[in-house]
T-cell receptor, first 113, second 111 residues
Framework: DGGITQSPKYLFRKEGQNVTLSCEQN?????MYWYRQDPGQGLRLIYY???????QKGDIAEGYSVSREKKESFPLTVTSAQKNPTAFYLC????????????FGNGTRLTVT | AQSVTQPDIHITVSEGASLELRCNYS??????LFWYVQSPGQGLQLLLK????DTLVQGIKGFEAEFKRSQSSFNLRKPSVHWSDAAEYFC?????????WGAGTKLIIKP
């Protein structure tokens, strides 16, 4: 079955360490997104990518980095510069940026202590 | 700037009762509107969408939503809720190649 796989589901890191969250899709979608979710704040866009080797900052990109070397993969690195990294991170994909619905992975909960 | 407001943070409904979740948006043109549902610790699943045409749209799991341009609203309804409907519900509008999200409404079902 086609879908989006995020791994791991839970991730624990010490403050000051960089950590990379994986997102893989086999839907052949062009566009991919990373969102951060905090209680009561809905979804906030971190980065998005429309095509391979291209990506743009979203509303809260500071302290994060991404790459899009393959169509299927859009990993997110949470760097030590992110001041409050503990959150639930969601990856999504879309056929193209034309208003079609997003398909979501099941998320990664990152806890930094 | 475009925005989406879900005025109710939490709603409690008895099992079997009807449900209406409110969503208001701010957008100049005819919007693309969505409702998603999220179970605890999971990703979001599309319930329904409105692009154009009939203002009453049917979705999965027995949900429907009505687009009212005059009220800038896209409220989600279900005639009879089940305990499995307990989740968080998000309304979103597509604007400038991005989705603008509401803050979500948590639905609590009373037995």
């Amino acid at each position: 079955d086609g879908g989006i796989t995020q791994s791991p589901k839970y991730l624990f890191r010490k403050e000051g360490q960089n950590v990379t969250l994986s997102c893989e899709q086999n839907l052949n979608h062009d566009a991919m997104y990373w969102y951060r979710q905090d209680p009561g704040q809905g979804l906030r866009l971190i980065y998005y990518s429309q095509i391979v080797n291209d990506f743009q900052k979203g509303d809260i990109a500071e302290g994060y980095s991404v790459s899009r070397e393959k169509k299927e993969s859009f990993p997110l690195t949470v760097t030590s510069a992110q001041k409050n990294p503990t959150a639930f991170y969601l990856c999504a994909s879309q056929t193209s940026r034309d208003g079609s619905p997003l398909h979501f992975g099941n998320g990664t909960r990152l806890t930094v202590t | 700037a475009q925005s989406v407001t879900q005025p109710d943070i939490h709603i409690t409904v008895s099992e079997g009762a009807s449900l209406e979740l409110r969503c208001n948006y701010s957008y100049g043109a005819t919007p693309y509107l969505f409702w998603y549902v999220q179970s605890p610790g999971q990703g979001l699943q599309l319930l329904l969408k409105y692009f154009s045409g009939d203002t009453l749209v049917q979705g999965i799991k027995g949900f429907e939503a009505e687009f009212k341009r005059s009220q800038s609203s896209f409220n989600l309804r279900k005639p009879s809720v089940h305990w499995s409907d307990a989740a968080e519900y998000f309304c979103a509008v597509y604007s400038n190649y991005q989705l603008i999200w509401g803050a979500g409404t948590k639905l609590i079902i009373k037995p």
